[in-house]
């Protein structure tokens, strides 16, 4: 295929990524453009929400809805930098990432697709006014459990006290119509509708006959399951990951069900199917967090104190730079460390991409180059993206870094420099656009200016697609390509890396199989070891780029989480595919939990979708939340009144340090791999104990 | 259950066979060889039985005195018929006293299974009254429930074993439910072999005369797992069977527990009428049938059942009726079979759908005269139910 590189120019936007994907062919999304609603994060530069809804009202009425997550106060509120999710029409968000806007937004982190059934966008004013939640009165026990997944199956068993009596105080199900009867306990949201326990309660006790619930019907009343929508309810399957993870984190047999330990759950939305970027939940996500974080604030002591609260949110990305400045993560960090706030931990995968190569390591320090074979695979529905984090601290005498791609078929790379605002687009015969290469530069929210690759989906149904060419695209990351006329200079600066993550395409189990996995194909990278196993670390000395270590979830790199890696019941080594430090911000992982029984026998076994029977699931997702029901406990315990340090980093090494010791074999794994730890934490769902 | 494409009672006979193909019930699928005692079925057999008759008769002896005096009662032959004859013998009982019309007043179709009793005296009176009506939905109406088979579609990774299992078999996943087994529970399993091969008579001619295309008609999407059967969509066989199925297990464990109307008790039913309800929402999953065929299918099992039951009775004094009108099923609902039955009184909904316009109501009527029962049936549940009672001490 003829395809070419030009040198467009500055595009104008700010978030390349953002304008990428609102500038893929018409086939790629599922209606006019123009009428798609998007969860996206808007980052606000002195402005209130209220004064940028008002100038985005003016340019584009009715095409922005600002969620209820964000009260009077927080609308007022005018910091000097604030990143909030709105939903909104394509319009607005072009607008409002265009350089210049003039509406006080520096920029737009593009998510999914909305459906508009599940926006409130009918409802009339009266209709969305609603009392200010009371709050709940419990005891100085208790701490509140909080999981962020998909499907949520959240009327099991392991998740009521009775038989109709619920422990679960919130349903958040964002994949819902928003428009809800008007029942005690139900509620809309800006993206699909919530229950709480009242509502739960009452579900359970019209759909239970006999000691038996029918729990398929009672998720089609909810609205967790719909099958007239067309749509995919992953809840409908016997197995869900969410359920599995919310379990191991806060399930107990009912008969033996805790007293003060709720439990609030968000079900995050389901791929919206005709979406071929790959979508992003991470505008819905920080909905979720700060729906659940609300809520949780309703839980008060006697004395009136907020009781502490424990979240959960088993995903693994490797989006951003890794260092703790990226969006997420300091967002995470703002809602879970509010310093004099109530305790919020938060509790993450180290995350399951160790074997991958989808990192890379690029050395260039002050001369050289570092070549990487980037392999897009065929039959790809969705958009690819390489993002190459480029060091903070640049040594004033160097080279600015180079970046050059070229396409499979060794027609000629496109070369951007960093600094430069410069877009160069890749088009095919037909001169459409198939691939761009675009520069970042540092932002008030993320620490490093980064080169971003983007490549179209390689198959599509639709004659109209612009598709990308699979293969082995070549990027070449260099400073100066001649020879340095002097001997290179060793100062502290030696060895700065661009670090290169390809952004992982998010396929849930059960679901779909939409994009294929994109990931580096250097030659010189070393698979196996001797015996022909996975390599789980790479060779010491190597010169490969590509690596395993730094391979730690995106997600989980600032300074707050707790960050879980998973190991192997049987031989206690930490498991192949448990993603590794360390990254800029981190060493490696906090700790390790179970997260295969044997070699042969993966994962462990925790509830599936419905009640009376388990299921197995492998991985950090479901290591980390062993450590979540952990870290209830630990703050239940902690005699300490305030419990500032419950729970906390520092104490999760302690307890991992003395718990391996005791009940590993030795040695310990390298903190890079498994933190200070292996953490055995028991987990009765009513099966015989198989830990 | 039944073959699909066959209603010939050696046809469902010959599913025992089906029946011995799953498994541990292995030993019942040798009742097909019972005919021959397990003799080879070839010219050697008629050959060895001749040379061994001339081996060993000897010279003709003039008549022995023998007069087997038949009973008046053919019933006391029933138990020395093998099970193909007797299947031939209920089969007929059954629709000898059935009655099916379908009209079509050009707007859709309306299937009428009547049940008929012939009158004493010289004339051979015949009357009939309605049973089930089947109101055919509309073909928009079909249209418009294809929308479910799509998100139903995503469970066929999760379905896939019972679907291909269930298109053969149905009794064993009852059988996990409630002890029963060819060995344990014969006359049972014959009870219920002969309640699936009449239905399949019924819902065959109702299937036959409203003439519903299937789902994969509408669309190049549906893309069923399992092949369309030939016959039209609604009702559902399936369906039909496991409802048929449900109910008259439920009815002999009723039937011979101690506590019949205990909560406990209930829990049974229930679980029954799951299963059931998974059997017919698996056909869904599998892309065959509407949710809609379900619900028809349901109908038309749960009524059949009380009709069976009644026959098996000596002299019959109820009657149950029910009437599914197609055409005010809503299009965006699903099949929920609680709409339709309480288990814990073994009693249909007398309606659903919008009181002041059901689309399902039903019925039981005292009858002005008795009627008599099928002696033969009678006999029948007779011995399943010493399958069921506990056992004397």
Known sequence: ?691 | MSNAESGSPEGSFGSFGSFGSFGSFGSFGSFGSFGSFGLPASPLAAEALITNREGIVGPTIPFLDYDPRPSTDPVHGLPHFSPAVRASIFLFEFASRLAVTVKDDGETPVAEVLSTSLHGGPKHRMSAEPLVTVVAPTIDQLREQTKFLSAYADLRQDRAREILVQTSALIPFYASILYMDPGRTPHTLEFLQTALSCANMVYMRVKYGLALPRPLQFSPQIQPAIPTPTHPTLPSGHATEAFLLARLIWKLRRHATHNPDSRQEATWGEMLMRQASRIAINRTVAGVHFPVDSVAGAILGLTLADFIWDLCDKTIQRRATAEFDGRRFPVEDDFHWHALYEPKDDEQKPWAGKKSQPWMTSGTKKLKSEEQGSAAFHWLRNRALSEWEKPLN
Not at chain 1, 89 to 96: C, G, L, Q
């Open chain 1, 1 to 691: 295929m003829q395809a070419d590189w030009q040198d467009d120019g500055d595009a104008g936007a700010i978030d390349p990524v953002t304008d990428y994907r609102l500038t893929r062919d018409p086939s790629s999304y599922p209606r006019p453009l123009d009428e798609i609603w998007w969860a996206a994060i808007f980052h606000l530069e002195e402005t209130s929400l209220d004064e940028f809804r008002q100038r985005a009202e003016q340019a584009h009425p009715g095409q922005i809805l600002i969620p209820d997550v964000y009260d009077a106060a927080d609308c007022a509120a005018r910091p000097p930098l604030q990143s909030v999710t709105l939903i909104a029409r394509s319009p607005v968000v072009r607008t409002a990432n265009t350089v210049g806007n003039g509406w006080g937004c520096g920029g737009v982190y593009l998510g999914c697709m909305v459906p508009q059934a599940h926006l409130p966008l009918h409802l009339t004013p009266q209709e969305r006014e609603r009392p200010a939640p009371k709050p709940i009165k419990c005891d100085d026990d208790t701490v509140v459990t909080a999981v962020i997944d998909d499907a949520i199956g959240f009327a099991n068993a392991l998740f009521r006290d009775r038989e109709t009596s619920s422990r679960v105080h919130l349903a958040y199900i964002m994949s819902s119509a928003s428009d809800v009867p008007h029942r005690p306990g139900w509620r809309w949201e800006v993206q699909g509708r919530s229950l709480d326990k009242r509502a739960i309660d009452r579900l359970l006790k019209t759909h239970t006959s006999f000691g038996l619930t029918d729990e398929d019907a009672l998720y089609v009343d909810a609205g967790a399951i719909d099958f007239a929508g067309g749509g995919f309810s992953p809840l409908a399957l016997r197995e869900s990951h969410g359920t599995h993870v919310a379990a191991l984190a806060a399930g107990h047999q009912m008969h033996k069900a805790p007293k003060h330990r709720p439990l609030l759950v968000a079900s995050l939305p389901w791929r919206v199917t005709e979406d071929t970027s790959g979508f992003n939940l991470y505008p819905s996500l920080l909905l979720a967090l700060h729906r659940l974080e609300r809520e949780g604030r309703r839980f008060r002591r006697s004395d009136g104190t907020i009781v502490p609260m424990v979240f959960n949110f088993s995903y693994g990305t490797l989006d951003g730079p890794h260092d703790g400045s990226g969006l997420i993560p300091r967002l995470i960090q703002h809602i879970v460390d509010k310093g004099d706030g109530p305790v919020r931990r938060m509790v993450l995968p180290a995350g399951n991409t160790n074997l991958s190569r989808t990192h890379a390591h690029a050395e260039v320090g002050e001369t050289g180059s570092v070549a990487l074979d980037l392999k897009v695979l065929p039959d790809d529905r969705t958009d690819s993206h390489v993002e190459m984090w480029l060091p903070e601290i640049e040594h004033p005498g160097w080279d600015p870094v180079h970046v050059t791609v070229s396409p499979p078929g060794g027609r000629k790379g496109a070369t951007i420099v960093v600094g430069s605002r410069r877009v160069h687009r890749l088009r095919d015969g037909d001169g459409r656009e198939i691939a761009r290469l675009s520069y970042a530069p540092a932002t008030r929210t993320v620490n490093r200016a980064s080169i971003v690759l983007s490549v179209n989906r390689t198959v599509g149904f639709s004659g109209a697609a612009a598709l990308a060419p699979a293969g082995d695209w070549r990027i070449e990351i260099w400073r100066r390509r001649d020879g340095a006329a002097e001997p290179p200079r060793r100062d502290q600066h030696e060895g700065a890396a661009v670090e290169v993550w390809i952004r992982r395409d998010d396929t849930l189990p059960g679901f779909p199989p939409r994009g294929r996995q994109a990931h580096f194909n250097n030659p010189d990278y070393q698979k196996f070891d001797a015996y022909g196993a996975p390599l789980p670390v790479d060779p010491p000395g190597t010169h490969c780029p590509v690596r395993r270590a730094g391979t730690l979830n995106g997600l989980a790199t600032g300074e707050a989480p707790l960050v879980v890696a998973s190991f192997t019941g049987s031989n206690g080594l930490i498991s192949d595919y448990s993603a590794s430090g360390p990254v800029p911000s981190r060493k490696g992982p906090d700790a390790a939990a179970l997260g295969d029984q044997s070699p042969v026998l993966r994962g462990v076994l925790s509830a599936g979708s419905r009640s009376g029977y388990l299921v197995r699931q492998s991985g950090t997702s479901v290591a980390a939340p062993r450590v979540a029901r952990l870290a209830v406990e630990a703050i239940a315990g902690d005699k300490k009144k305030s419990r500032k340090k419950a729970a906390d980093r520092a104490w999760l090494h302690g307890y991992a340090e003395k718990s391996d010791k005791k009940h590993f074999p030795q040695p310990r794994p390298e903190f890079a791999r498994g933190g200070a730890g292996r953490v055995d934490i028991p987990v009765d769902l009513g099966a015989p104990d198989t830990d």
